[in-house]
């Protein structure tokens, strides 16, 4: 049986957390995100809405490319926080018929960018979610690395690379490992992170975008 409604309700309590938090009110949707250049909390926010239209029109592309990505946001040029809320959760209620059919929602998407933003904000959280052990087990199982890595999360360890006995390992956590598979890291942080020896042959191909261009902390 698939797990994909599963993956809507992931993605449904992804929303609801990131609803809340940016509708505190003590809280700027013109806030810079350093993890998006260029981009406030709203444009991340018009983002994710115009991803989940075109999930629901059937116009998807996973990952959308830079242009796709600028006219996502533009599409919400001069709307308010409300309109764009309203415009998600209109589209996403879509998503459990779409996962019913087989079509998994943009779960990474919007596990990525809840702590794009909650970082601009200063309100970690939500590190531990079901979501994001789900993207993370994901991402991971993804990697390919041109020697073998043995890469240990705190409930488990990925074994990456060509077969054969480990020659590094790394040390880390799901949440660190969303982060710099999706290129909220620079190279240097990566590099700086727990190994067992030298990681230089597998840090070009420790990511799927990026690395950021400084250190993201």
Same mark, same amino acid.
């Given at each position: 049986?698939?797990?994909?409604?599963?993956?809507?309700? $992931?993605?449904?309590?992804?929303?609801?957390?990131?609803?809340? $938090? !940016?509708?505190?009110?003590? !809280?700027? #949707?013109?806030?810079?995100?350093?993890?998006?250049?260029?981009?406030?909390?709203?444009?991340? /926010?018009?983002?994710?809405?115009?991803?989940? &239209?075109?999930?629901?029109?059937?116009?998807?592309?996973?990952?959308?490319?830079?242009? &796709?990505?600028?006219? +996502?946001?533009?599409?919400?040029?001069?709307?308010? %926080?409300?309109?764009? %809320?309203?415009?998600?959760?209109? =589209?996403?209620?879509?998503?459990?018929?779409?996962?019913?059919?087989?079509?998994?929602?943009?779960?990474?998407?919007? *596990? *990525?960018?809840?702590?794009?933003?909650?970082?601009?904000?200063?309100?970690?959280?939500?590190?531990?979610?079901?979501?994001? +052990?789900?993207?993370?087990? &994901?991402? $991971?199982?993804?990697?390919?690395?041109?020697?073998?890595?043995?890469?240990? #999360?705190?409930?488990?360890?990925?074994?990456?690379?060509?077969?054969?006995?480990?020659?590094?390992? /790394?040390?880390?956590?799901?949440?660190?490992?969303?982060?710099?598979?999706?290129?909220?890291?620079?190279?240097? +942080?990566?590099?700086?992170?727990?190994?067992?020896?030298?990681? =230089?042959?597998?840090?070009?191909? $420790?990511?799927?975008?990026?690395?950021?261009? =400084?250190? /993201?902390?």
């Amino acid at each position: 049986m698939s797990d994909e409604p599963d993956l809507a309700n $992931l993605y449904r309590q992804t929303m609801d957390r990131i609803t809340e $938090l !940016v509708n505190a009110p003590d !809280v700027s #949707v013109d806030t810079a995100v350093a993890a998006c250049p260029g981009w406030s909390v709203r444009d991340v /926010l018009a983002h994710m809405a115009a991803v989940a &239209q075109d999930w629901a029109a059937g116009r998807r592309a996973a990952p959308p490319n830079e242009e &796709q990505t600028a006219a +996502q946001v533009a599409r919400f040029d001069g709307r308010g %926080l409300n309109d764009i %809320l309203t415009a998600w959760a209109e =589209a996403a209620a879509e998503i459990p018929r779409l996962a019913r059919e087989g079509i998994a929602p943009p779960l990474g998407d919007v *596990v *990525v960018h809840e702590h794009d933003i909650r970082d601009a904000l200063g309100r970690p959280g939500a590190r531990d979610s079901a979501a994001l +052990q789900r993207v993370s087990d &994901q991402l $991971l199982r993804m990697l390919v690395t041109p020697v073998p890595v043995r890469v240990i #999360v705190e409930d488990g360890e990925y074994h990456c690379g060509l077969a054969g006995n480990s020659v590094i390992d /790394l040390k880390t956590t799901r949440f660190e490992a969303v982060r710099w598979r999706t290129g909220r890291r620079s190279r240097s +942080q990566m590099a700086a992170m727990a190994w067992s020896g030298d990681p =230089a042959p597998v840090l070009d191909h $420790l990511y799927m975008f990026g690395p950021a261009a =400084a250190d /993201l902390v």
